[in-house]
């Protein structure tokens, strides 16, 4: 998996290309939490991401906990296989509508 790390400001924006699963989560986690100091929005872009497991789901809730009540996190261009992830779990409402 590659990941692209944008910060603007008080965003942070992760851009996912490939597989997200058990292998690679512990780099997903290192890249995002070394990055909050300061971040009030994290941005997910899964364009390019073609598969989740539970794993990053749970990073993924981690770290909009970690983001407090007045953080946002979302997740944009999630297609597919990875859509399907957050719908079943029920957590879809991090998904920005398209």
Known sequence: MKIIKTVNESNLILELDGKLDA?????FRRCAESSLDGI???TLNFAKL???SSVGLSIILTLKKKLGPKGTLQII???GLVREVFEISGFDDLLVKE
């Open 23 to 27: 292998r690679n989560a512990p780099e």
């Open 40 to 42: 009030t929005t994290i």
């Open 50 to 52: 073609t598969y989740m």
């Open 77 to 79: 261009n999630a297609r």
